[in-house]
Antibody, heavy 119, light 111 residues
Framework: EVQLVQSGAEVKKPGESLKISCKIFGYSFNNYWIGWVRQMPGKGLEWMAITYFGGSATKYDPSFRGQVTISVDKSIDTAYLQWSSLKSTDTAIYYC????????????WGQGALVTVSS | QSALTQPASVSGSPGQSITISCTGTSSDVGGYNYVSWYQQHPGKAPQFIIYDVSSRPSGVSSRFSGSKSGNTASLTISGLQAEDEADYYCCSYTRSGSTYVFGTGTKVTVL
């Protein structure tokens, strides 16, 4: 059974850096994509970026390109989302999700990680 | 890219049917049969309930069905139940950047 387990809630100050993780369990092969989704307080879902675990393809939504960086460590089946300088507007819940290559829907989701940025 | 357009809210009484629309463009909804729908209860992660416009994953109630016409996809919930009260989001693959775009989200209220 596929499971995505995310790191815990974070409280940071503006200007600080942060890296949150998504540990993937249950895939037999690396033929899947990992995506990151933002949900600001009381708002809808927004795609941030997707990356292919079986290769090096990474695609960012234009709204998030240059604002965040996604990466993977295939040796420990973990994906990351990182910021170099947080803003208060980055306060949100961040979800990771997975999709098998060749499918175009996101069938497994992490539990979400709340990031709070406040001075 | 711009979010797909959904009504902000839809309501219905138990047992009724409701339909949620999701309008995009020929670059996303109209251009591919890769529309999926997600249900999100308060404080929970989204769960997918429809994929490839009208396919239903195992374990999802047959009361949920999807369709598409032109640039508009739709989710119908028949025999509305109290447990269906949640937020619903459509999602489409998009030619723009070869990535995905969500709808604006619809809050379903069971009266």
């Amino acid at each position: 059974e596929v499971q995505l387990v995310q790191s815990g809630a974070e409280v940071k100050k503006p200007g600080e850096s942060l890296k949150i993780s998504c540990k993937i369990f249950g895939y037999s092969f690396n033929n899947y994509w990992i995506g990151w989704v933002r949900q600001m307080p009381g708002k809808g879902l927004e795609w941030m970026a997707i990356t292919y675990f079986g290769g090096s393809a990474t695609k960012y939504d234009p709204s998030f390109r240059g604002q965040v960086t996604i990466s993977v460590d295939k040796s420990i089946d973990t994906a990351y989302l990182q910021w170099s300088s947080l803003k208060s507007t980055d306060t949100a819940i961040y979800y990771c999700a997975s999709a098998t290559d060749g499918n175009f829907h996101w069938d497994h989701w992490g539990q979400g990680a709340l990031v709070t940025v406040s001075s | 890219q711009s979010a797909l357009t959904q009504p902000a809210s839809v309501s219905g009484s138990p047992g009724q049917s409701i339909t949620i629309s999701c309008t995009g463009t020929s670059s996303d909804v109209g251009g591919y049969n890769y529309v999926s729908w997600y249900q999100q209860h308060p404080g929970k992660a989204p769960q997918f309930i429809i994929y490839d416009v009208s396919s239903r994953p195992s374990g999802v109630s047959s009361r949920f069905s999807g369709s598409k016409s032109g640039n508009t996809a739709s989710l119908t919930i028949s025999g509305l139940q109290a447990e269906d009260e949640a937020d619903y989001y459509c999602c489409s693959y998009t030619r723009s950047g070869s990535t995905y775009v969500f709808g604006t989200g619809t809050k379903v209220t069971v009266l």
